[in-house]
């Protein structure tokens, strides 16, 4: 496989790094916390999207290389930015269901954490239903289960998307919803999406989670999102991903 061979190498070079998306509250506009999202200094191309090598994410090996060097490398970020006094809230830290097949998987991230010496409260993992059906059920839950034990938060992304089951909620830990986008993007404007979005706001409510609004691009959005009771957004309106040394002029202003 020519992209195993190009991301293996990519990784060798510590070319695959984390760009931060901000999470914000829809009231005050500040940053409540940072989502990580993988992206590839390309020596050539650029900066690369998941778009062109997001599929090293589904191969067990690739997928955990990379996410093991990611880890490191978001860790020794947030220890940088909480040493300068910074405090971004909780960073989230995609994993997919090939990451979750390893058996050591909340283990090896979690000494990562401890070596850097990071309060775990300052990460989240985010998953979404697919994790939570494909996997063996026992033994994603018994990860999730450690994370949490650890102080390690459990965000489900993409929620509305997959089976929007009820039963998730209620078999693993789930701190933190993330609405996905596609009910976001046509919110003022189609009634079903915005039945599903406040139906997804009560459900939060009610069960005491988080929920985050994902791909707010608009003003008119956030008003919608802010009428209909979520506190969090992540979207172009407020931010888009960027690099670290973006990120401290964002934070210079927005914390
Ligand atoms: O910016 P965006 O194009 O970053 O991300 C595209 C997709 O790639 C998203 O669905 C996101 O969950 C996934 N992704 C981004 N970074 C990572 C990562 O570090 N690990 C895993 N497993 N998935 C990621
Ligand atoms: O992990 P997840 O699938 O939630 O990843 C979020 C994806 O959404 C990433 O690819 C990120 O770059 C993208 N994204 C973030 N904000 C916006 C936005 O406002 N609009 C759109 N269309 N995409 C966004
Ligand atoms: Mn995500
Ligand atoms: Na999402």
Request: proline residues 4%.
């Amino acid at each position: 496989l020519t992209l195993g061979r190009e991301v293996r190498e990519a990784i060798s070079r510590d070319c695959i790094v984390p760009f931060y998306q901000p999470k914000v509250c829809l009231s005050t506009g500040r940053i409540i916390g940072v989502e990580a999202l993988a992206r590839w200094r390309h020596p050539t191309k650029g900066i690369l999207t998941p778009d062109t090598f997001g599929a090293a994410f589904d191969d067990p090996e690739l997928a955990t290389a990379i996410g093991k060097r990611l880890i490191g490398k978001i860790s020794s970020d947030m220890r940088r930015w909480l040493d300068a006094g910074i405090n971004p809230g909780r960073v989230g830290v995609n994993l997919s269901c090939a990451e979750f097949g390893q058996p050591d998987l909340a283990e090896d991230i979690l000494r990562i954490l401890a070596l850097v010496k990071v309060p775990t409260d300052h990460f989240e993992i985010e998953v979404t239903e697919k994790v939570l059906l494909e996997g063996r059920s026992d033994s994603v839950s018994a990860t999730l289960e450690k994370f949490q034990r650890h102080g390690v938060q459990i965000a489900l992304d993409d929620f509305g998307t997959g089976y929007a089951s009820l039963a998730h909620l209620k078999r693993f830990p789930v701190h933190h919803i993330k609405i996905d986008r596609t009910f976001v993007f046509d919110l003022e404007q189609d009634a079903g999406d915005e039945a599903i979005v406040a139906a997804v706001i009560g459900l939060g409510r009610s069960l005491n989670i988080q929920v985050t609004a994902e791909g707010v691009e608009t003003e008119g959005q956030a008003q919608r999102l802010r009428e209909l009771g979520c506190n969090n957004a992540q979207g172009y309106l407020f931010a888009k991903p960027m690099a670290v040394s973006e990120l401290s002029s964002y934070f210079s202003n927005n914390i």
